[in-house]
């Protein structure tokens, strides 16, 4: 009889540690510390697997962290059935404990023998490295954001202010050229400061426009022009989302996109008492941000008024998909006005952003009711 037999894998870019757990008597063995190669985890399930008589089963699992998918796809070729868990899911051990890699190997293992946690989409080849390059392109758009802070910064402290309304214009960038200071030194490290501003602008330029090259590929340009036709969606978020998703119809309803996403509130209730906390931000971090800054565009303009730029976007769109669009941006900006009205704007913010990923739930699914 065929035995199957949990293995817990805690990963480390300096080493690994494996657990294995076996349900038929309820309990873990074989915890060992490797070094961080797939070769050494086959060696590792062959031995355990002599032991046994060679009638086992194997089922790893690790933590979705620093290794990515890298290790997953290294098992899956050579036939090792594998999943990766996601740390949110898993459950919390409250008061005092002691972590270690063993420890946490141990809890891997019986997370996947009990099924315990929800494990972590696989995207394919194509998706991850569109994944990859977006996430690069929001690295130097961070970095830009950094070094104008960094001169607005340095101006302020050496007694400068500007008088303009807007920052970053011809005039700003003109007035900051023309800037005398008391020591040369410093009009020095302001002419490197705007080296540096000048070419990540560049560069971030150079990334949106293959983004957008991006988008015209076969399997994404349909699904990016009816993502587009939302309130708040370029071309950016939308191909963030269809990497970063995959697959929407993985999430059975739009609540449970919207909770991959931390994007509903938390509940810390005992006995008759109840109470809500902000939202869990469980999930996908990098496409939720980006649904909270779609989500701020809904305070400007009239309800069901329509931009030039989203016309645009709706021009060459199926009938069908601009109505549900349509009826999704003007519930979308009463429930922004309407919670503002009465609430902070993070907060009106935030539950318009849970709104939006819903809509985007039903776009993509073709749940148009």
């Not at 915890?31 to 060679?54: A, F, S, T």
């Not at 402290?157 to 005398?180: C, I, V």
């Not at 349509?326 to 849970?354: G, W």
Request: proline share 2%.
């Amino acid at each position: 009889m065929t035995s199957i037999i949990y293995v817990g894998l805690d990963v480390h870019t300096s080493n690994f540690t494996a657990c294995c757990y076996s349900m038929n008597d309820d309990r873990a063995f074989a915890i060992v510390q490797m070094k961080p190669d797939y070769r050494e985890i086959l060696e590792y399930l062959n031995r355990i697997n002599n032991q046994h008589g060679g009638k086992c089963k194997f089922v790893c699992g690790y933590e979705a962290g620093c290794l990515g998918y890298s290790l997953y796809h290294q098992l899956t070729r050579k036939g090792v059935d594998c999943v990766i868990l996601a740390p949110s899911t898993m459950p919390i051990t409250s008061g005092k404990k002691i972590k270690t890699d063993k420890r946490d190997a141990e809890k891997i293992a019986r997370c996947l023998a009990y099924h315990s946690y929800s494990p972590v989409y696989i995207p394919d080849e194509e998706d991850n490295a569109v994944k990859e390059y977006i996430r690069m392109r929001d690295d130097g758009v961070a970095a830009l954001k950094r070094v104008k802070q960094q001169i607005i910064a340095l101006y302020t402290r050496n007694g400068k202010m500007f008088n303009g309304k807007n920052y970053w214009t011809k005039k700003h960038l003109d007035w900051l050229q023309s800037l005398e200071f008391a020591h040369p030194l410093l009009k020095e490290t302001l002419q490197e400061y705007l080296v540096l501003y000048y070419t990540l602008s560049e560069k971030v330029d150079i990334y949106n426009t293959r983004i957008e090259e991006l988008s015209h590929m076969p399997r994404y340009e349909e699904s990016v022009k009816k993502l587009c036709c939302l309130n708040g969606v370029g071309v950016h978020t939308a191909m963030c989302a269809l990497a970063e998703v995959g697959d929407f119809h993985r999430f059975e309803k739009p609540a449970n996109f919207a909770a991959y996403l931390g994007l509903v509130p938390g509940e810390d209730s005992s006995s008759d008492r109840q109470r809500r906390t902000g939202i869990t931000k469980a999930g996908n971090a990098h496409l939720r941000r980006l649904l909270i800054e779609s989500a701020q565009c809904l305070s400007r303009g009239k309800i069901g008024q329509k931009s030039k730029a989203l016309k645009a976007r709706q021009k060459e769109v199926d009938s069908q998909v601009v109505a549900y669009s349509d009826k999704a941006n003007e519930r979308l900006k009463r429930k922004f006005h309407r919670i503002a009205l009465h609430s902070k704007h993070n907060i009106a913010k935030t539950a318009a952003a849970r709104e939006l990923a819903c809509f985007m739930w039903g776009m993509m699914t073709g749940n148009f009711a």
